[in-house]
């Protein structure tokens, strides 16, 4: 398993503003990952930070708007930049622990980030 | 493309009754499948995953069951509590080298005392 301490839990931010998300995890992980959850919606990959090379942002999401650092395998941040009301969302990193079938995905607890 | 899909949306019971939650999902290739629980406002946490190869998983009052030829998994939890109530969600890892998940919109499970 991994533990993943995930902070801020919540944040309220103006509009043009950035908000940077960090997690630790308690152990060396390859890949981190890093999601959003809309209101009501499922969560959507956005991008995927790997250490000593660039995330591999999904298709809609780009690195300008998401910065990711990954400067060693237990540390990753999320920053949310130039912030607009449709911003708001859950934001969760995540990483795999296990190896082939029995690899599981393990969360942090989540950042609720609200945009005025 | 893999499409998953959770039925009932929304879920409400009272205290003590055996429940089923559905997930299913539309190309049986897959690679593992996961069954996840949300707190409001909160992360996930991981219940219990079920290999391909494999027709179910425990885990105390859980028990999650897994028919990939109908493109199906049922959670199944017992002695339901209000301590249950959350958001479940099942992820569907499909065979092969893509190791994204695909994602349910989850069930919204109420216990009421």
């Known amino acids: 398993s991994a533990v993943i301490s995930q902070k801020p839990s919540r944040d309220i931010c103006q509009r043009g503003t950035s908000l940077t998300i960090q997690c630790q995890v308690d152990?060396?992980?390859?890949?981190m990952f890093w999601y959003r959850q809309q209101p009501g919606q499922s969560l959507t990959l956005i991008a995927t930070?790997?250490?000593?090379?660039?995330?591999?942002?999904e298709s809609g999401f780009v690195i300008d708007k998401f910065p990711i650092s990954r400067p060693n395998l237990t540390f990753s941040t999320l920053t949310v930049s130039n912030l607009s009301p449709e911003d708001s969302s859950i934001y969760l990193c995540?990483?795999?622990?296990?190896?082939?079938?029995?690899?599981?995905?393990?969360f942090g607890s989540g950042t609720q980030l609200s945009v005025l | 493309k893999q499409e998953v899909t959770q039925i009932p949306a929304a879920l409400s019971v009272p205290e003590g009754e055996n429940l089923v939650l559905n997930c299913s999902f539309t190309?049986?290739?897959?690679?593992?499948l996961q069954w996840f629980r949300q707190d409001p406002g909160k992360g996930l946490t991981s219940l219990l995953l079920?290999?391909?190869s494999q027709r179910e998983q425990t885990s105390g009052r859980l028990n999650a069951s897994l028919d990939k030829s109908s493109g199906r998994s049922t959670l199944y939890i017992a002695a339901s509590q209000p301590g249950d109530s959350a958001t479940y969600l099942c992820?569907?890892?499909?065979?092969?080298?893509?190791?994204?998940?695909?994602w349910g919109l989850g069930t919204s499970l109420a216990v009421n005392p």
């Open positions: 995540s990483v795999a622990a296990g190896t082939g079938l029995n690899e599981k995905l393990f």
């Open positions: 152990s060396q992980v390859t890949m």
């Open positions: 930070a790997n250490q000593g090379s660039e995330a591999t942002y």
């Open positions: 190309d049986s290739a897959i690679y593992n």
């Open positions: 079920i290999q391909s």
């Open positions: 992820a569907v890892r499909n065979a092969g080298n893509n190791r994204k998940l695909i």
